[in-house]
């Protein structure tokens, strides 16, 4: 069965640059989410949206925006990137009513920030 | 406190025990349960959901809700080797994205 695909798997930046991380949800699933996973804590929510409007808020810093577009894929804008962002970034996708809205993961993008 | 709560461990059994993994939360209002399994540096798994109090099997897995006492727990029968792993517990609440306890790290002995 298709998974969620994200991309790229490793991305390295440099300080106050900016960096977009790509999602593309299984196929027919109407709702993106967006975590964040630091070395040894556990996945934080960032944001989510439900048919390409933002559905859900949640510890996502105002330099980070993301969007989804009409084909459903989604991305994740960082800008002025700092070191604290280093983590894993995963995206997980779901369909709305369907089965308690279980949550399917994507195998995350590793940002490292020097 | 967090609002969901689980012991770090790690939980040690051997191989062909039972692994019982346990998670408090603190939101009344949570609707959904969630289970996760997660290998180092992979993404979650989803192992288990439930919806309603009592038990739910699933092959080797059992999870088990009961909303009175606010408590998840995850028994894993005929424990692997490769289900050594950090189990996370999730709960839907108000909003539909999933807020997860710290993990249990789960250790089986061959």
Known sequence: AAGVIQSPRHLIKEKRETATLKCYPIPRHDTVYWYQQGPGQDPQFLISFYE?????KGSIPDRFSAQQFSDYHSELNMSSLELGDSALYFCASSLQGGR????????GTRLTVT | QKEVEQNSGPLSVPEGAIASLNCTYSDRGSQSFFWYRQYSGKSPELIMSIYSNGDKEDGR????????????S????????SDSATY?????TGRRALTFGSGTRLQVQP
Do not use: H, W
């Not at chain 1, 308690?100 to 195998?107: I, L, N």
């Not at chain 2, 897995?61 to 998840?72: C, D, H, I, R, W």
């Not at chain 2, 996370?88 to 839907?92: E, G, M």
């Open chain 1, 52 to 56: 390409k409007m933002q559905s859900d």
């Open chain 1, 100 to 107: 308690g809205y279980e949550q399917y993961f994507g195998p």
């Open chain 2, 88 to 92: 996370l517990c999730a709960v839907i």
């Open chain 2, 74 to 81: 995850l028994l894993i029968r005929d424990s692997q080797p």
């Open chain 2, 61 to 72: 897995f059992t999870a088990q809700l009961n909303k009175a006492s606010q408590y998840v």
